[in-house]
């Protein structure tokens, strides 16, 4: 079907008969008696960059490095913190003092085992700030680790920080990695997952062998190899010939195809991630907050969504994950008015014609290439030059994550389903994912009053603030949450227990082959 057929058909549904709800996968597949053996070829839609879990940004490299690490506790189908390299834990009443015991027998891929030792190496790394890690402000407020026996781990705070316990479930922060292995973590990762690095061939493979002293039991494949294909036609077609096993990101408008076909299984799930438009702060336009609202008026979000889409998945003015308490439900999109938005442009100075803007766009993500051209004629018809410049993943990442040099672009964000990481990572003016230079002191002080306020809901009321001072400012232009999606060979079992609870990280501990 063409687009402009789809975008005329009244059929349309969001995302097929989906539930957007809590996202459960054991509700949704069949359980099989699993089988060991065998290595499974895995068509990667991304491409991993730095393989260092504690630097790294992306969630290209995180959905494999899921797979090499485990991080000091992890979340459980509701996104409630639990044990996992711990194996107990416990907060002091004031908030300031978190102790871990460890887990004995641990073995790392080195053949070491964990003690508390590596525990204390692994956070003071992440604290350090030569390290580069993404995640240091998570110790910010951490005045010591302190290790009185092997197996025990004491944290202690300046201050209290709510979050804390939550950021450690997810690797970028809470991973643990042998004593002395920082300097070789980017190219050659170790740690103490269920599957061992064996190489990396940047934009081409990665590939993962078992790692048979796993302390949860080992694997049933014998490994992995992520064959990274950006470009979602190969993907698609190295499925049908047969030549890999399974495919994340199936094309949006192949998917109905894929569906009905009873030679492949699909799983289908939502949220993957939410997808915004991002307007630099440091582009004079975009220093004044009646252009940014009148950017947000010339998008029309449901077309937008049928468009590049397809309709997989579902508009949203709030970013938080759709099941917290935190998520604003009282925020509403704004509806496209394009009269509107030129009076808006117009008041700010700016008539017919005089506002010139570039669109970096990736083509990692090919729907975000589809989405800035369906954009490029309603602002022409607000006044606007839009035109649109396609770069490779490095190329955006470069330019636009390290470099900040862009003047509008689009992105989306995985696995951000603790409110302190989504809110202060993306808003606050020292967070790791400001790259559109967003600063707003309210904005800071919200985030900053979030972290040190215990009480649950009365955290999640600060972050609905935030979320209302983020639409009313238009920081940023809030589109959809997408759904995501695997297609597999009928060989493949266990797709039950590959997706994260957080969407977007894909484990492979107990996939299998089937004989």
Known sequence: MKRRDFLRSTTAVFGGSLAFGAF???????????????????????????LDMH???????????????????TVDKDLN???????????????????????????????????????????????????????????????????????????????????????????????I????????????????????????????????????????GPAYLDGVIAREIAES?????????????????????RMAEIKGDDKFVVREWFP?????????????????????????????????????????????????????????????????????????????GYGPGQLKVVFKATINYPYHIEAAQIMVEWFREAGVELSIEQLTWAD?????WV??????????????????FLYYSLWHTTGAFNYRKISDPVLDELTEKARVTVDEQARADIYKQVQQRVFDEAHDIILWFRNGTIGAQPSVGGLDTIVHPNGSNLNFHKVWLKV
């Open 81 to 175: 913190v639990i044990p996992s390299l711990a194996e107990s834990f416990e907060q002091s009443a004031d908030g300031l003092v978190y102790t871990f015991k460890l887990r004995p027998g641990v073995r790392f891929h080195n053949g070491t085992t964990m003690t508390s030792a590596d525990v204390k190496y692994s956070f003071e790394r992440v604290k350090d700030p030569a390290t580069g890690a993404v995640n240091f402000e998570v110790f910010n407020n951490v005045t010591s680790i302190d290790t009185p026996d092997d197996l025990t781990v004491v944290i202690t705070m300046s201050s209290a920080n709510a979050p804390f316990l939550s950021r450690l479930a997810e690797n970028g922060a809470g991973v």
């Open 272 to 348: 993957l991630n939410f997808d915004f438009v991002n307007l630099n702060h440091d582009f004079e336009p975009f220093k004044d907050a009646r252009v940014r609202r009148a950017f947000d008026m010339i998008i029309d979000k449901e077309m937008l969504l049928q468009g590049a889409l397809w309709g997989l998945g579902k508009t949203t003015a709030s970013p938080s994950f759709p099941t917290s308490s935190s998520y604003n439900h009282d925020l509403v999109a704004r509806a496209q008015d394009i009269e509107g938005a030129k009076a808006l442009l117009a008041e700010a």
């Open 24 to 50: 459960n996968p054991s509700t949704l597949f069949a359980q099989e008696s699993p089988v060991s053996g065998g290595t499974l070829i895995w068509g990667h839609s991304e491409t991993t960059q730095n």
């Open 233 to 253: 036609t190969t993907r698609l077609t190295g499925l049908r010939t047969g030549e890999l096993h399974m495919i994340n990101d199936i094309p949006a408008d």
């Open 403 to 420: 470099d900040k040099d862009f003047q509008m672009t689009m992105m989306n964000f995985f696995t951000l389903w603790e409110p302190d």
């Open 177 to 216: 990695i042998p004593v002395g292995s920082g300097d070789t973590q980017g190219s050659n990762p170790s740690g103490a997952g269920p599957f061992k690095f064996v190489r990396h061939e940047e934009g081409n493979v990665v590939e993962m062998v078992r790692f048979d002293d796993y302390w949860d």
């Open 55 to 73: 630097q790294t940004g992306t969630a290209a490299s995180g959905r494999v490095l899921q797979n090499i690490h485990n991080a000091i506790v």
């Open 396 to 400: 955006w990442l470069s330019q636009c």
